[in-house]
């Protein structure tokens, strides 16, 4: 769900979102809602053109992007053990 925020962050568009991360764009829809629903905030601004952050979504994207830094620098550690 983080993944596919921070995504559709910098893309503007769940179907770039998608494709970029290899997922039906009802997949990356719904991952998005369910992370809405888990915060309990909108997180974007939905458009004809794309996808806008919010001020909530403003406010949380640089802590899932640190959230994910983390996750990704674990893995490396894993793969290295």
Known sequence: ???????CARTGSVTRTAIELGYSAASIS???RQLE???RR???????GGMSLTEAGRRMLPLAQDILLRM???SRCEEKH
């Open 72 to 74: 990704d620098f674990l």
């Open 42 to 48: 909108t997180l974007f601004q939905r458009t004809p």
């Open 37 to 39: 629903v888990h915060t």
């Open 30 to 32: 719904d991952q998005i």
């Open 1 to 7: 769900m983080l993944r596919a925020f921070v995504t």
